[in-house]
């Protein structure tokens, strides 16, 4: 009877950890990029130890004792990776990525980071970076008289200035892949670090080895499908609700037990 609060409790928890991230899904449905999470789940199972515990009569000696379930726990959130819908802006700053593969960005403190692509710009010293400052790399030196930006889709930069209105090529702009990208460590922003889940980044030029293209002149929208997460949440929340009836019922059985008289 005990056992039936804990094991209701571990469902209600597993089931708000759910309905906290499928929130998080719905209030980013209009953020560029935006990658949604998913909860997977895993059951709870303990050995009975104690000798003849639980036990059938006549089980046999020495043979394994028998496993309990206890509840439900949380097995991983993941991110999915699936692309979002791609919107033109016609922005020579703005890019996505058509395919797989994230741009590679250097944070601050010198460590690496990744990213679908978003809104770009020339920094204070002159280096192409992310519209929230973190240089792209390898580094690209953009002149001040820049009259035109061009990325091409195998990755490479192309500018004309007013002292040179040919197309002069700056840099050239690697993507990587990860061997399991929902693995990767959320930063905000559209920033993603690497884990030892997600494996080491693998370098490639854009269009080869199984890696995606880039576009120029649009923005990822959010992966999130609304109706698929509020589907998901009303199956959350009657799941929630299973738990605390478990509970109630589980009272009212204790409060039988204990008005019983002789």
């Known amino acids: 009877m005990f056992d039936a609060f804990q094991i209701a409790a571990t469902g209600m928890h597993a089931q708000q950890q759910n ?58 959130i993941a991110r999915s990776f699936d692309a979002g819908e791609a919107k033109k802006t016609d922005s020579a700053y703005d890019v996505t990525i058509a395919g797989d593969g994230f741009i590679e960005v250097v944070l601050p403190d010198g460590s690496r980071a990744f990213t679908r692509g978003g809104t770009l710009r020339v920094s204070a010293d002159g280096q192409l970076a992310t519209v929230t400052g973190q240089a792209l790399k390898p580094n690209i030196s953009i002149p001040e008289d820049l009259q035109d930006l061009t990325i091409t889709p195998d990755g490479r930069v192309l500018i004309k200035t007013a002292r040179h209105p040919a197309a002069t090529e700056v840099g050239q702009l690697e993507l990587v892949r990860f061997i399991a990208p929902s693995a990767l460590e959320s930063l905000g922003d559209g920033l993603f670090k690497a884990t030892e889940q997600a494996g080491e980044p693998i370098a490639s030029r854009a269009g080869q080895d199984g890696v995606g293209t880039i576009r120029q002149g649009f923005l990822e929208g959010s992966n999130v499908k609304l109706v698929e997460e509020m589907v998901n949440l009303m199956v959350a929340q009657r799941a929630y609700e299973a738990s605390v009836k478990v509970v109630q019922a589980s009272d009212e059985m204790l409060g039988m037990v204990n008005n019983l008289r002789k």
């Open 19 to 76: 309905v906290d991230a499928i929130a998080n899904n719905l209030a980013n449905v209009n953020t560029t990029g935006f990658k949604k999470t998913r909860v997977s789940f895993t059951d709870l199972v303990s050995r009975q130890t104690e000798a003849g515990a639980n036990n059938p009569a006549g089980n046999v000696e020495g043979a394994p004792s028998p496993m309990h379930g206890t509840g439900v726990a949380i097995a991983q």
